[in-house]
């Protein structure tokens, strides 16, 4: 943090007024630069200098939460795993539409891929009530069944993880990354340590933390890493 935004932050902590004059006049690139400017200022040397930067960065951009600097958990070589994923046409399935929506497709059908969100299909719902289960559980079994390769973005549901986990330890399935970002209460700490308790590629944010804003971003920086587009 600069001098001048220490000052302006004291300022507004004492109760001063903000005025159109304390706004910074930016393009939207420029924002999305600035914006990086000032993680990397206050978070010093506390990212790793690798290829995590920039998945750690998008996800305090998205959520202005340092704290994932040190909660973002990475297996050994999934950036790389991943990104080799990606350029064999690997599709993302995530647990909700929100995370759906926020996946770059653009980039992502320029690198070979689709994504795809299975929660509001109507042979989910029907099954999910059969078994009295949640849909998204029934979602990763729907995705499991396209016999390709597959990267899980689960930002909203712990269920989904423990079926992915129920479904790897079976040898039924193997992803090549879960993304474990899961926010909330109930279960969502336990799920995501049984991910990285697993012999696979994961990203997983450990605690309470996430969400699917957060999984979508994750599968951003990816697509911009493979492809060079962003910063």
């Known amino acids: 943090m600069t001098e001048q935004n220490r000052e302006k932050e004291a300022e507004n902590k004492s109760g001063r007024k903000i005025s159109l004059a304390d706004i910074e006049h930016l393009g939207p690139m420029e924002i999305e630069k600035r914006s990086f400017e000032i993680i990397t200022q206050e978070a010093g040397d506390r990212i790793p200098d ?16 340092f704290e994932y600097i040190n ?21 993302i399935i995530t647990d909700t539409n929100m995370a759906y929506s926020g ?25 999910a ?20 390769p597959l990267i899980y973005a689960v930002g909203n549901a712990p269920t989904a993880l423990v079926r992915l986990y129920e479904l790897i330890q079976e040898g039924r399935i193997r992803p090549e990354l879960i993304i474990g970002v899961p926010v909330g209460f109930v279960n969502v700490v336990q799920s995501k340590e049984l991910i990285m ?25 990816l697509l911009y890493l493979l492809d060079g587009s962003r910063g």
């Not at 690798?50 to 939460?65: F, G, L, N, P, W």
């Not at 909660?71 to 599709?91: D, I, K, P």
């Not at 770059?104 to 795809?116: D, M, Q, R, V, Y």
């Not at 308790?197 to 969400?211: C, E, F, N, S, T």
């Open 50 to 65: 690798d290829e995590r930067a920039m998945i750690i960065k998008r996800v305090i951009h998205t959520s202005a939460d």
């Open 71 to 91: 909660s973002l958990c990475f297996s050994e070589g999934a950036v790389g795993h991943a990104l080799e994923a990606l350029r064999n046409g690997a599709w």
């Open 103 to 127: 996946i770059n497709k653009p980039s992502l059908k320029k690198a070979g891929g689709e994504a795809h969100c299975f929660i509001a299909d109507e042979d989910v719902a029907q099954e």
């Open 129 to 148: 009530k059969r078994l009295g289960v949640t849909r998204a559980s029934v979602c990763v079994d729907k995705a499991a069944r396209l016999g390709r």
């Open 197 to 221: 308790q697993l012999d696979v590629p994961y990203i997983v944010a450990r605690g309470r933390k996430g969400g699917s804003n957060v999984a979508a971003c994750i599968c951003n920086a």
